[in-house]
């Protein structure tokens, strides 16, 4: 596993899980599976009503919590009472930490929620700040507003939407970029991952589709928490390092930039 530095001095694996679609039964086993087969970082949120079944996939795995990187996320919603929200997430998963709390959305009081975050920080019960779906009006309006920047923003990135010059600009300011639906999202990722220029890269480089999209994001200094519950993609998408795109190959990505966004934040 290769980890990113952050701007707070933590570390975090450039490769997590992400576990939106993952419920019940089905996300405790596929957390137990990804842990064992390496993985170290879990990426949940509140709205995806799975951080009690995320955090009993990391018992039953059996690795010590000390080796995971833990993300969760505060919705809109919860933004006016965030301080009982983070510890309310906290007796859901039965931690005692979170690695690293994100607000979801930009929103009218995410100033104050961010406040709550920074008050959990100082009390031990958070260790980073993270944003979500922040692009660069978003962030410049939020940052002006607030005490220590966050260390990673999470947004849409894939071929198809590669929002280089947002990715560049967060990048410069010292946060780390990391995306949701790396290869597309659900229904989509059929359209993606047939792509010719992908197909014909992926061959060359002798790996997925799949693995040559997220060594793309990689290459580009952004982190992936691609989503799965198989043995085999969960396998696949940890094995990307072993193998890197060269100017041409880069250059090839970058010409299939759309400005196709998959969802609507
Ligand atoms: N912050 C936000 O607003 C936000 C929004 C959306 C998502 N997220 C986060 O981002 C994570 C990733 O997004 P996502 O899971 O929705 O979409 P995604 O990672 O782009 O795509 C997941 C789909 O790709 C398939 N897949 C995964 N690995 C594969 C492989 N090696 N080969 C072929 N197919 C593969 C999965 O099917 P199988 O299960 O069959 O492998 C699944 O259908 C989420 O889980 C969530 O944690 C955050």
């Given at each position: 596993m290769q980890h990113v530095s952050l701007n707070n001095g933590m570390t975090m694996p450039s490769v997590g899980l992400g576990t939106y679609s993952l419920r019940g039964e089905r996300c405790v086993e596929t957390v137990s599976l990804a842990l064992d087969l390496g993985y170290r970082l879990l990426d949940t949120a509140s709205l995806?009503?799975?951080?009690?079944?995320?955090?009993?996939?990391?018992?039953?795995?059996?690795?010590?919590?000390?080796?995971?990187?833990?993300?969760?996320?505060?919705?809109?919603?919860?933004?006016?009472?965030?301080a009982a929200a983070i510890d309310a997430a906290l007796k859901r998963m039965g931690v005692d930490y979170i690695d690293m709390l994100m607000l979801h959305h930009p929103a009218g009081n995410d100033v104050a929620a961010y406040q709550a975050i920074e008050t959990a920080i100082a009390a031990g019960k958070v260790r980073c700040a993270g944003i979500s779906c922040y692009y660069r009006s978003e962030y410049e309006t939020f940052r002006s507003k607030i005490g220590i920047k966050p260390v990673v923003v999470q947004n849409e990135i894939?071929?198809?939407?590669?929002?280089?010059?947002?990715?560049?600009?967060?990048?410069?300011?010292?946060?780390i970029v990391q995306t949701w639906y790396p290869l597309g999202g659900r229904g989509y990722t059929g359209k993606l991952l047939s792509d010719a220029t992908v197909v014909a890269l992926a061959d060359k480089h002798g790996v997925s589709c799949a693995q040559l999209i997220l060594r793309w994001d990689l290459e580009r200094g952004v982190c992936v928490i691609p989503g799965s519950s198989s043995r085999e993609h969960l396998q696949q998408n940890l094995q990307i390092f072993a193998f890197s795109l060269d100017d041409e190959d880069m250059q090839a990505l970058a010409a299939l930039e759309r400005r196709e966004k998959h969802d609507w934040y």
């Open positions: 995806y009503e799975n951080e009690a079944e995320v955090a009993q996939g990391i018992r039953r795995s059996g690795v010590a919590r000390d080796k995971i990187f833990l993300t969760t996320k505060l919705y809109p919603p919860q933004y006016a009472k965030a894939h071929p198809y939407y590669q929002d280089t010059d947002n990715v560049r600009y967060l990048q410069a300011q010292g946060l």
